[in-house]
């Protein structure tokens, strides 16, 4: 596919490698970058007018936190998982998360409460504008700092790491204006839940807001997973 110039799109900057990986990385998660694309090095070079090795250095970062595989003779490539690896990766999300919403105190406090509720309103702008970056960003950044209030540092990176080695199996599902707006919906359900200090209710909304995007991948991938 085309690598043009998108909208809104990190450019290079002094760590250029760095912005180019969280463009691509945005790519494949808004479905700009399919399972199984490739990645060409001089179409990468061209759009973000960065020289060879910063585009390698990009792509390497990408590889390594499991977003693009390198196939011998072809170069980088997206991430395609098989069904079991969908379920598996899946399963260690639930896992992980569920145990950050045991540990969270309850009622939270009105300050992290205010702040998950500031970006959640960047996150209501940038669906009712449709800027697909923005919606992702401030999606990121929600969970981000929700999880970050389990008080165990490991658990909460833990919990971004295995969110960002789904990235390619959540692409595309961002693109939808139906779970743009569901995703929404349960963001707000979760922050009333935060509030009433509902435990139950909040883990099994947690576990519910992983499901779509995962069934969206094995539904998408039907044909070619094993």
Known sequence: MPMGVHANERRPTEDGASA???TLEEDIVLGLLAPRVRLVEDDLMERFGAKRHVVRDALAQLEVVGLLERKRNIGSMVKAFGKDEVIHLYEMREILEAEAMRKIPLPLSSEALRQLKSIQAGHDEAI???????IFRANHEFHRLLFAQCGNAFLSQSIEEFARRTHAIRFGALMSR???????????????????????????LTLAHLVPPRDHYLKAQEALLP
Do not use: F, M, V
């Not at 009712?128 to 923005?134: F, I, L, Y």
């Not at 139906?178 to 209710?201: D, T, V």
């Open 178 to 204: 139906e779970r743009q707006l569901q995703s929404q919906k349960e963001h707000h359900e979760l922050l009333a839940l935060l509030e009433a200090g509902a435990r139950e209710p909040l883990i099994a």
């Open 128 to 134: 009712q504008k449709q800027d697909p970056r923005d």
């Open 20 to 22: 180019i990986a969280a």
